[in-house]
């Protein structure tokens, strides 16, 4: 008869293994065999999930849990860096959708007598389509062309860029006043990899002139400086498609495997994957309730002390496969 294994969760990194009910944590064995750690395995007693930005932990919490759960502990200190170390923005750096984004595309249909709002449901079911002038040609492709718009297909697309422009420059302007903050943890995690040398990029499918907005204005010059950006029509094809973290890579010179990216959302989430990188998800207002079962990670964010959830150890356990009985 099979029996049950024990779950240990601290509120600082930890990461996942299956443990067999005889075996202990000083006779663990490597197999081929990785495991994922999502929210889904949380002890309730250990983590109590308020909001997105809210969570209690208590110092260490202990349950007895079936032989199919994953036993998890404590992660030592890693000696292992990611040669990479690579965010996407929206929702990830800050989040930025709802009232940033949305707020700026509302702006310009308003501007150009469009007649159309999207609100934040509508919104949040468009941001399955990565990129602003997708997501716009998707949604009017659907519901009917504006009649100020253009018939021909080379002008929709002129018109398209037009509108995503003036959208770029209001979002900008939001930006700059320093309305929408950093999210937790996001400077303390970018500053721990460029302390120890390791490269820091920033992958989007936002505009270029946006994402480089956010990074300088809200990271600050001296960052921006050191942090390589690949964002917006970069590669001509958008997340989920894996062509701007390769392209991260490639221009980086170093191996995808060594990559570790932090994503908000399916899309990105499957984008990292597909390139053959490690991805931690740290959950934004529109995706909590996505699915990431493929994730190496998940968290509702990056976390500052005392409220941290993981940091670049953690980051550098993941590229250290923990294959165990």
């Known amino acids: 008869m099979a029996s049950s294994t024990t779950t240990f969760i601290s509120s600082t990194s930890f990461f996942c293994r299956k443990v067999h009910p005889k075996s202990s944590l000083a006779n663990l064995k490597h197999k081929d065999h990785e495991h994922i750690l999502t929210s889904s395995f949380f002890d309730p007693t250990a983590f109590t999930l308020k909001s997105s930005r809210a969570i209690t932990t208590t110092p260490l919490g202990l349950r007895r849990l079936p032989p199919s759960r994953v036993n998890c502990a404590a992660a ?57 002038k997708e997501r716009m040609t998707a949604y009017f492709n659907q519901t009917g062309w504006p009649a100020k718009a253009p018939s021909g297909e080379e002008e929709r697309k002129q018109f398209i860029a037009s509108l995503h422009k003036r959208k770029t420059e209001l979002f900008m302007a939001l930006i700059e006043k320093r309305l929408l903050p950093l999210r937790p943890g996001v400077a303390k995690l970018i500053d721990q990899a460029l ?42 094809r958008k997340k989920p498609d894996p062509a701007i973290y390769l392209l991260a890579a490639s221009t980086l010179g170093v191996e995808p495997s060594r990559c570790v990216v932090v994503e908000d959302s399916a899309i990105g989430l499957a984008a990292a994957k597909a390139a053959g990188m490690k991805c931690i ?44 009985s």
Do not use: M
């Open 76 to 132: 030592s200190p890693s000696s292992t860096l990611p040669a990479a170390l690579l965010f996407d923005c929206d929702g990830v750096l800050v989040d930025t959708e709802k009232d940033g984004h949305r707020i700026s595309f509302n702006e310009t249909f308003q501007e150009r007598e469009l007649g159309v709002t999207w609100d934040v449901d509508l919104y949040g079911e468009l941001l399955k389509i990565g990129g602003g």
């Open 195 to 236: 302390g120890q040398g390791v490269n820091v990029a920033v992958c989007s499918t936002s505009n270029e002139k946006a994402v480089s907005a956010i990074v300088s204005n809200l990271l600050s010059p001296e960052r921006a400086e050191k942090i390589k950006i690949f964002a917006g029509d970069v590669v001509p």
């Open 281 to 324: 998800v740290t959950k934004s207002g529109y995706t909590a309730d996505e699915d990431f079962l493929n994730a190496d990670a998940v968290f509702d964010f990056i976390g500052d002390p005392p409220e941290e959830r993981f940091d670049l150890a953690f980051c550098g356990s993941l590229l250290e496969k923990q294959y165990v």
